[in-house]
């Protein structure tokens, strides 16, 4: 018995092991779509044949998406009405984007990133980098008039630091459900082949204390032994 229980708690903790990286990597995918779909929800949108003006308040890269699935709410003059939009394939847009001091802002193709949410959908067209914050004035044309173009950060869902990390750990916890399965069939088979081959058992046989006094006279207890001399020579 003793001997099996290292083997038991080393499976314990095989299977201890998987349910915990399992539950922390989930938390964290859960955390990482959550932050991901704010996001996207978060991206400034134009409908075509809007001049709209959009304030970046940080530097660095970002994408412009033509949007295939959402929604857009009231732009006033612009768009004046809330609606939804769904389509087949992403419109064609040309899009020009310029400082406030009139300086147009160089908009290069980029079409490496996209996105697919609940409530949105899309796919980059271009990209530009912000070398300083200020507010930029946007003009999108289009041959559909309800295409819809959105412009923010890297919005894949596959870029997520969070989302990623809690991947990785519901893969590692997979790896370790079944190192913990082998490890219990392992553990099983192996208390199968105790149970079915017990353990010889050693008997000692000790001579009685009568056997082993030398010279004792007195008499065999074997019922079959024959008689001594001196037993004839008190008949």
């Known amino acids: 018995m003793s001997d099996d229980?290292?083997?038991?708690?080393?499976?314990?903790w095989w299977w201890i092991s998987a349910v915990v990286v399992f539950a922390v990597g989930m938390t964290l995918a859960l955390i990482g779509v959550q932050r991901d779909q704010q996001l996207i929800s978060d991206l400034v949108r134009t409908p075509s044949g809007c001049v709209s003006t959009i304030d970046i308040s940080a530097t660095g890269r970002y994408y412009i998406y033509v949007e295939t699935k959402g929604t857009i709410a009231d732009l006033g003059p612009?768009?004046?009405?809330?609606?939804?939009?769904?389509?087949?394939?992403?419109?064609?847009?040309?899009?020009a984007l310029q400082s406030s001091a009139g300086t147009d802002v160089?908009?290069?193709p980029d079409d490496a990133v996209e996105y697919d949410a609940p409530d949105f959908a899309g796919k980059s067209v271009s990209t530009f980098v912000i070398a300083e914050p200020g507010t930029f004035t946007l003009v999108m044309q289009s041959n559909e008039p309800n295409a819809v173009i959105a412009i923010g950060r890297n919005a894949s869902?596959?870029?997520?630091?969070?989302?990623?990390?809690g991947a990785s750990l519901v893969l590692v916890a997979l790896a370790l459900l079944i190192l913990a399965i082998i490890a219990?069939?392992?553990?099983?088979?192996a208390r199968r082949r105790v149970a079915m081959n017990p353990r010889a058992e050693v008997y000692v046989n000790y001579?009685?204390?009568s056997d082993s006094i030398v010279g004792s006279d007195s008499r065999s207890t074997?019922?079959?032994?024959?008689?001594r001399p001196e037993d004839r020579a008190g008949q």
């Not at 290292?6 to 314990?12: A, D, E, F, G, T």
């Not at 004046?80 to 064609?92: G, I, Q, T």
């Not at 074997?222 to 008689?227: E, H, N, Q, R, Y």
């Open 157 to 165: 869902m596959l870029d997520g630091a969070i989302l990623v990390s």
């Open 106 to 108: 160089d908009v290069r």
């Open 222 to 227: 074997d019922p079959w032994a024959p008689p």
């Open 184 to 189: 219990t069939r392992v553990s099983r088979r």
């Open 207 to 209: 001579p009685s204390s």
């Open 78 to 95: 612009c768009n004046n009405d809330a609606r939804d939009y769904k389509f087949d394939s992403a419109p064609e847009v040309t899009v």
């Open 5 to 12: 229980m290292p083997k038991v708690r080393s499976v314990k």
